[in-house]
């Protein structure tokens, strides 16, 4: 007699001897968050400061290492969601952080990780001309939606010109007098 139809009939009969044959054991519903977001400063800012493309942001933990340029890889991690809450993405949730090149992101995000360096965090309210603007990212962010973002900056590497400022938000240009 099979395993299978073994554990069937005893399932059946209301018996269960072999391990795995019965109904699964109940579980407790867990949050499936396996990271949180690290410390902010104690005196970090609750009001938003306005770049000049209309980029809000405050820094939720300084750090005087390395900014990235739009050129670098950075790895981060970090969490999205709209004006009404909904979550839309996390590298919280996988517990595994991200990486890409800094270039390869809407406008908003590239702005603000320049804002801070290796270790920083940043909070960022990015209206639609710096996100996704009428398009949207179909199935995850409707036409014209404000993103929010919580990102921390984790690593930058990859940049074939590491010695070069990060952009001057308030110019808008990386090089002086150009």
Partial sequence: MSYRLA?????????????????PPVVEEQDDRRFAPGPTDEDAPEEF??????LKYRIR???TERRPITSDIV?????GWLDNGKEFDTSYATGFEKTFRLSEVVVGWQEGLQLIGIGGMIELEIPPHLGYGEAGDPGR???NETLHFQIELIEIQGSPYPDLPPIDSDSGSDTEGA
Avoid at 49 to 54: F, L, M, N, P, V
């Fill in 61 to 63: 933990r300084q750090s």
């Fill in 141 to 143: 962010i409707g036409p």
């Fill in 75 to 79: 790895t981060v991690h970090y969490r």
């Fill in 49 to 54: 400061t306005a770049t000049e493309s209309g």
């Fill in 7 to 23: 554990c069937s009939l005893l399932i059946l009969a209301g018996l269960s001897v072999f391990g795995g044959c019965g109904p």
